[in-house]
């Protein structure tokens, strides 16, 4: 399983799709902040916060994320190792997690160059350092899990076609929905008691709990169990070609 995460990691690396990956969401969150003027521009509205990062990132994940799963089983499919692939000495369930593991590493190396902004908003607060770090903190745990969750289901529609453009639209659409779809369906109010439970359903709902900077349990485990039943879903697909 190790070898095979190594080989993911270098796939992404060796290839134009992991720096652009990167690049690009610097550069969106970059623009966003200290650039385009208007409320998101840290300077514009004299105010030392992250807020803007936590707020546009995950939208520019909907897109780059679909972007580093689509090859991850569509690839596979498409150039007949998927068959080698899986009679490797190795799980249905090891193989899924060397590749989701592999693209959560990228989703962390696009994370961690953003601490530069943190530092900057830090050193621009007045006093230097006004800011409510531990905050700070649970809301990048919330944006990784966020992120994680993007990884889970891109990965899920991988493993349906192979074809990289289908897996990215259906990535898409999936993602989309199930951050921010849920969430509108239940604010439509046609369903009376159960809109709350579509509501809590939806990403957005647990990730603007952890971007609060609060740890709830119950926003954790949400992610956890999400991601899970996506990777199995994943399983259930790649175990489909025994039937």
Known sequence: MYSLFVKEIRAFLSSLIGYIVI???LLAISLFMWIVPGETNVLDIGYAGLDTLFSIA???FLFLIPAITMRSFADEKKSGTIELLLTRPLTDMQIILAKY???LVL???SLLPTLVYFYSVGELG???WNLDTGGTWGSYIGLLLLGSSFVAMG???SSLTDNQIISFVLAFVLSFFCYVGLEQISSLSLFGAADTFIEALGINAHYNALSRGVIDTRDVVYFL???FLFLLCTRTVLESRKW
Request: glycine fraction near 4%; hydrophobic fraction near 60%.
């Open 58 to 60: 995950p939208w520019v």
């Open 101 to 103: 593991f592999a693209g």
């Open 155 to 157: 990965i899920f529609c």
């Open 126 to 128: 007045y006093p230097e």
């Open 107 to 109: 989703v962390l190396f």
């Open 225 to 227: 169990s999400f991601n």
């Open 23 to 25: 690049v690009v969401f």
